[in-house]
């Protein structure tokens, strides 16, 4: 939880800053999460995959989205 309250503080930072405005922020963590759910969906046939890794860094990304 550390870790996501870091990322948070540091997109927050670079927002203040005027180097990043909120929606550029949010939507460069929404395609990452898209993309990390894309990534678990094709790889839900193949076993012992990272599947559920993707989908957990999916819901993180799409968390500190809200949270920005």
Do not use: C, H
């Amino acid at each position: 939880m550390a870790a996501l309250s870091a990322v948070v503080a540091l997109y927050r930072a670079l927002i203040k800053k005027g180097l990043l405005t909120q929606e550029e922020a949010v939507r460069l963590i929404l395609d990452e999460a898209v993309a990390r759910a894309i990534q678990a969906e094709a790889q839900a046939a193949t076993p012992g995959s990272t599947m559920d890794v993707n989908r957990q860094a999916a819901e993180i990304l799409k968390f500190i989205a809200e949270k920005l």
